[in-house]
């Protein structure tokens, strides 16, 4: 069984998801620039501390000479937080004042010019600034270097500070937005759970249009195709609730009939007599057994069937001619000429042979049987107007003009046929067509004697 698949869950990880790096990227930057200032800070008070012993320096007989006072020094040694080194270096090299261990700059500042480096002392990261004291003009020649170091406790304890200062905030920001994120999407979703006790709440025979007033924009599609698809089911269970009803009120008089035959033929004792109840029975048979087929054909190409109609490409001059040769016997029978006519050898269309084949063999039956003996009844496919006709005429007595439309209805029958006829023929031909996006229109025959059928369907 596939996850569920919860809307409020990706949206909430989406959302929250998107925060987290926002914090991250905010806690990396606030590292940064917190680095950065507390190094510019306690840099330039290493300056300023090295430049003041660069007032103390002197020069006497060639010799560089610290002149300390003792609070000075004290005040320089001193420090609650950081250990504070120093030293100072006369041209040569030597140590004037100062610690003699402290780590060389990797390259000399210029004369005047001041540089800052990291160091260790004593296993303890430092930070140094040294200073290139020219002696030009003493007896002394070359530069005298001042250095200042101290240990990185206060940077690292003012880093921290700041990056506490500038996270904290950031921290409760994302909890409050998590928080107004999570209470947004859960009103934002509401209306969709408003929705669901709606539909949860109605009855199944309830097949009425979800209301689109109260919804979000973002569902109105899914409610419209909701919709689209309550209409079609409607339609459909509409369309079969009618042709139960047709269905059972068609089957009910056939089945009254042979039942009391059979009761008639049960009570007779003449065995002529019994015979013509039998032959009625069997008549009566035959009839609701096409009554049966046809309503069983209905069944199937009706909207909302269900049914699984594949289309394909195929040769509706084979088709037409191979089912017209089905009914030349009943024609004969009839003492009815039938024939077949054919502009073109191939004619390609896309379709269901089965179920034109069902159409022209309804066609064909309606032609057949409601033609007088002797008559002609022909089947004509050709090209017209971009389009494929395939028409079925005959020279009968024809269909009146008002009745034209209506004989496509279910069991519509004209009101002088004495023919047997289930009045389903015509209907199953009219839906065969909508399912092939085709037209079927009843016509006057040639001269205006008869009825032609025409089917107009879309050329390849």
Do not use: C
């Not at 007595?397 to 015509?426: C, K, M, N, W, Y």
């Amino acid at each position: 069984m596939p996850p569920e698949i919860s809307l409020r869950r990706q949206l909430l990880r989406w959302l929250l998801g998107l925060l987290i790096p926002l914090v991250l990227l905010g806690g990396i930057s606030a590292a940064f620039w917190a680095n950065h200032f507390s190094n510019l800070a306690y840099d330039r008070a290493l300056l300023r501390a090295t430049l003041a012993l660069t007032d103390q320096i002197f020069v006497i007989d060639g010799e560089v000479v610290v002149n300390l006072p003792e609070k000075a020094l004290d005040l320089l040694d001193y420090d609650k937080d950081d250990v504070i080194y120093y030293r100072v270096t006369d041209p040569s090299g030597k140590t004037v004042t100062g610690q003699a261990d402290l780590p060389w700059p990797d390259k000399m500042p210029l004369p005047h010019e001041h540089a800052y480096y990291d160091a260790e002392m004593g296993g303890m990261p430092v930070r140094v600034a040294a200073y290139a004291l020219p002696l030009a003009g003493t007896s002394a020649q070359g530069i005298a270097l001042i250095q200042v170091a101290e240990t990185t406790s206060k940077r690292n304890l003012l880093v921290n500070d700041i990056i506490a200062a500038v996270m904290l905030p950031q921290v409760l920001l994302v909890l409050l937005a998590g928080a107004l994120v999570y209470f947004g999407v859960r009103r934002g979703l509401a209306p969709l759970a408003d929705l669901q006790r709606a539909v949860n709440q109605r009855s199944y025979r309830d097949l009425g249009m979800l209301p689109l007033e109260q919804a979000p924009s973002e569902a109105r599609p899914l409610l419209r195709a909701m919709n689209d698809l309550l209409r079609r089911l409607q339609e459909g269970i509409a369309h079969q609730q009618r042709f139960t009803a047709d269905a059972s009120h068609q089957l009910r008089t056939p089945l009254a009939g042979i039942r009391t035959h059979a009761e008639m033929a049960l009570r007779e004792q003449d065995a002529a007599q019994i015979r013509r109840e039998l032959e009625w029975i069997q008549t009566g048979t035959v009839q609701l057994s096409h009554l049966v087929n046809q309503l069983l054909a209905l069944s199937r190409v009706e909207p909302g069937s269900g049914s699984d109609i594949t289309m394909q490409m195929l040769d509706l001059h084979e088709l037409a001619r191979d089912t017209t040769a089905e009914w030349v016997n009943a024609a004969l029978e009839k003492r009815i000429d039938l024939g077949f006519e054919s502009a073109d050898e191939t004619v390609r269309v896309n379709g269901n042979a089965m179920l034109l084949r069902e159409l022209l063999a309804n066609l064909l039956d309606n032609a057949v049987r409601y033609s007088p003996p002797g008559s002609k009844v022909t089947v004509m496919l050709g090209a017209a107007d971009g389009h494929i006709q395939l028409a079925v005429e005959d020279n009968g007595s024809g269909i009146p003009e008002a009745e034209r439309e209506r004989v496509f209805e279910r069991f519509h029958r004209l009101q002088d046929s004495t023919d047997s006829g289930s009045g389903l023929g015509l209907a199953i031909v009219r839906e065969i067509a909508l399912l092939h996006g085709a037209e079927i229109v009843a016509e006057p025959g040639v001269d205006g004697h008869g009825t032609r059928m025409v089917l107009t369907l879309p050329a390849q």
